[in-house]
């Protein structure tokens, strides 16, 4: 209820009046519909298919003048009223259709924008804990269920008010018979509540059946080439024969609670109306008119309480999807890397220019809490402005641990990281950002043309400066003959292209920036050694210009850097330059440098 709640007050917040003047509309149609009822009594009588003495009934005495006139001219009334009372209802209920669909797609958009924008500015440690798949299926189906029970919640709200403006109109009629049917109505409702409660077991099930779907079919195709190559079709087939058996076993568990439930109403409702038949002819000698009475009654106020019903199963079946959406906002809140933050234009912020240099003191940090061991422990770093810091060590060792703490993606559990001397504080963060290009180890290339994938970095950049950046990063002489050249649409995540290929045009992209401090994670192991070479001489001449950290597995590359930093299990064991490291005979470098020589020959 919570969560209903929680996204009901967003829908307000965005549809403001427009809301209510839709809800004020559906409740105009209920009472429209209500004065139906009335209108039958007398109309009943004209056309004489049964006397209704209308004077008997207090709430339609106003009635009774209509059955004093001229059948004609009486009927011509009625006829009329009906005319205009239809044709209102139906023009009311055009309107506030179509209303409702703009809301409706336009409250969509909002969350959707909502939840997007939060987990763009949620920090790093929060989204890197988040199941990717999840998020897509928040984002995607989740999203329409949860802006779906909202309406229907909404729905539901109008249906009560009308369902209440019919019973005081059915009132006027008949006050004890109403009084019947609404005992009936709840006596019906308490005997369903188990459905209800079954639509949100269901509901909750879906949700994660969703989620597993979405995750396997990700992994599917993220390692398709495994999945060819190692001839796993037939696991990953009877993966999906096995999730396609739950779903259809659970749509049809849903579908069951909802046609039981339609069903129950409907016996209930026969049952009853076979009983009151019954008693009043057996037992009290109740009149034809009586009977004709309920009956319109019924056939009016019954079909409400079932669709009520059915809104209830609706939302209790979106609960779980209500809850999951409204935790992720709220926890996105709570992460958010720039608290009270709104904007996501990271056009306004100016870049941080290092001046100094970029440090790490007494740095701790491990991922779990929980666990005993750091992943980084003791650390101490001090990385020169303009110059070549390489950082290097086994796998594992926390290298690029240690470059997520200096780009501020994440935080040390203690320890300080500072920037020319000052503590790295919230505030800059993404003024820092903004200064750094960084190479990740599986770089991203968007599907769409070279062009727009170097431009996103720099949107003011020129085609020749594109061009330039290419050459720095050994990239234009294979765009070049590409056929449709800067405009060649590479594919999904950049898959047209060769591993090395890609990390060239990344690497293109990083320099276009022109950034203060260019970070490379192994960002040319996937490359031939001619352009591996070449990029490396480029690299170095930006020493002086730019602070260039790289952590590289080839040590043979990182020979003119300015110092190099060993990791060993997340300490650092050595620090100095190339030769003056691999002379140490009994330290690490010493080792890991023997070691790649050995494979080397
Ligand atoms: N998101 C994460 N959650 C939990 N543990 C992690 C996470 N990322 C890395 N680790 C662990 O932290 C340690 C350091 O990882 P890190 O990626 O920093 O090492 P690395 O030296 O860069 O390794 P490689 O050279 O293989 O890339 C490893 O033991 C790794 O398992």
Same mark, same amino acid.
């Not at 912020?349 to 007494?362: A, D, R, V």
């Not at 020319?420 to 190479?439: C, H, Q």
């Given at each position: 209820m919570k969560s209903l709640l929680y996204f009901t007050k967003k829908l307000h917040a965005y549809a403001g009046k427009i809301l209510y003047i839709n809800l004020f509309g559906s409740i105009l149609i209920g009472l429209l519909d209500g004065i139906g009822i009335l209108l039958l009594a007398p109309l009943l009588s004209i056309i004489g298919i049964v006397d209704i003495p209308l004077n008997d009934f207090p709430g339609l005495r106003v009635l009774y003048a209509l059955q004093e006139l001229p059948k004609d001219r009486a009927l011509l009334i009625i006829l009329g009223i009906y005319i205009i009372m239809v044709s209102g209802q139906s023009f009311i209920g055009r309107n506030i259709g179509l209303r409702e669909i703009r809301i409706h797609t336009g409250f969509i958009n909002h969350i959707r924008l909502e939840i997007y924008r939060t987990l763009l500015q949620a920090n790093w440690g929060f989204i890197m804990k988040k199941r990717k798949s999840d998020l897509i299926n928040s984002l995607t189906g989740e999203l329409g269920r949860v802006t779906n029970s909202t309406f229907v919640f909404l729905q539901l709200l109008a249906s009560i008010v009308f369902t209440a403006i019919q019973i005081g109109l059915a009132m006027l009629i008949s006050f004890k018979m109403t009084l019947f049917v609404l005992g009936c109505g709840l006596v019906i409702a308490l005997l369903s509540k188990r459905f209800i409660r079954k639509s949100r077991d269901l509901g909750t099930v879906m949700t994660d059946l969703a989620q597993s779907y979405l995750a396997g079919i990700t992994d599917h195709f993220n390692g398709m080439k495994d999945i060819k190559s190692n001839l796993l079709e037939s696991s990953r087939y009877r993966w999906l024969v096995d999730w396609s058996n739950k779903i259809a076993y659970e749509r049809y568990e849903n579908s069951k609670v909802r046609s039981?439930?339609?069903?129950?109403?409907?016996?209930?409702?026969?049952?009853?109306?076979?009983?009151?038949?019954?008693?009043?002819?057996?037992?009290?000698?109740?009149?034809?008119?009586?009977?004709?009475l309920i009956l319109v009654i019924f056939s009016r106020l019954w079909p409400r309480f079932t669709g009520i019903q059915s809104n209830m199963e609706n939302i209790a079946g979106s609960i779980s999807a209500l809850k999951a959406l409204m935790e992720l906002q709220e926890e996105c809140f709570k992460a958010q890397e720039l608290q009270g933050a709104n904007?996501?234009?990271?056009? *306004?912020?100016?870049?941080? $220019? %290092?001046?100094?240099? @970029?440090?790490?003191?007494?740095?701790?940090?491990?991922?779990?809490q929980h666990q005993p061991d750091y992943t980084l422990e003791a650390v101490n770093v001090r990385i020169p402005a303009n110059s070549m810091t390489a950082i290097v060590g086994q796998s594992g060792a926390g290298k690029s641990t240690l470059i997520d703490l200096l780009m501020g993606l994440m935080k040390p559990e203690a320890g300080k990281v500072l920037v020319?001397?000052?503590?790295?504080?919230?505030?800059?963060?993404?003024?820092?950002?903004?200064?750094?290009?960084?190479?990740?180890?599986d770089p991203f290339l968007f599907h769409g043309s070279i062009r727009d994938n170097l431009i996103m970095i720099n949107p003011n950049a020129s085609e020749e400066q594109m061009w330039e950046a290419m050459e720095f990063s050994s990239? *234009?002489?294979?765009?070049? $003959? %590409?056929?449709?050249? @800067?405009?060649?649409?590479?594919?999904?995540?950049?898959?047209?292209?060769?591993?090395?290929?890609?990390?060239?045009?990344?690497?293109?992209?990083?320099?276009?920036?022109?950034?203060?401090?260019?970070?490379?994670?192994?960002?040319?192991?996937?490359?031939?050694?001619?352009?591996?070479?070449?990029?490396?001489?480029a690299i170095e001449k930006l020493k002086g210009r730019m602070t260039v950290i790289v952590i590289a597995h080839r040590l043979t590359t990182i020979r003119n850097a300015d110092q190099v930093i060993v990791l060993d299990k997340g300490k650092i064991v050595q620090t100095g330059q190339f030769g003056q490291l691999s002379e140490d005979k009994k330290g690490l470098f010493n080792t890991l440098l023997g070691n790649q020589l050995q494979v080397a020959l």
């Open positions: 039981n439930s339609q069903l129950s109403y409907k016996l209930f409702s026969t049952l009853m109306i076979a009983g009151f038949i019954y008693g009043s002819v057996t037992l009290f000698q109740h009149q034809g008119m009586s009977l004709l904007g996501i234009d990271g056009g *306004a912020i100016m870049p941080l $220019k %290092l001046e100094q240099n @970029l440090e790490c003191q007494q740095v701790y940090f491990r991922y779990d020319d001397g000052k503590e790295l504080a919230n505030a800059d963060l993404l003024s820092l950002r903004k200064s750094i290009s960084y190479v990740p180890q990239a *234009a002489e294979f765009v070049q $003959k %590409l056929p449709r050249g @800067l405009n060649t649409v590479i594919g999904d995540r950049g898959v047209r292209l060769s591993g090395g290929e890609r990390q060239r045009l990344v690497l293109a992209r990083a320099i276009l920036r022109k950034p203060s401090i260019l970070i490379l994670d192994e960002a040319t192991s996937a490359l031939d050694t001619v352009n591996e070479t070449k990029i490396q001489e």
